[in-house]
């Protein structure tokens, strides 16, 4: 059976002051867990997982599926379609 392609490109917002901190390509339909590293578009942080703004961290680095990601915090950041 053949997978249906359910990429969408998504916009993550700081929870706490609502910057734009990436753009993003989401793949399936679930709530954002990660972001796989090769798959931001757009990144407006410094790359040290802060908001560039009020400096809330919210994310962690992993190694998920032998990629590297960045382990969203929930509640952390809001997610934009």
Do not use: W
């Not at 798959?39 to 190694?63: G, S």
């Amino acid at each position: 059976m053949k997978r249906k392609n359910r990429s969408r490109i998504i916009k993550i917002y700081c929870a706490t002051c609502k910057t734009l901190l990436y753009k993003y390509r989401k793949e399936g339909g679930d709530h954002l867990v990660k972001c796989y590293k090769d798959m931001i578009l757009e990144d407006y942080t410094n790359k040290d997982l802060k908001c560039p703004k009020c400096h809330n961290i919210f994310a962690r680095e992993a190694f998920i599926h032998c990629r590297k990601a960045n382990k969203i915090i929930q509640g952390h950041v809001i997610v934009q379609d």
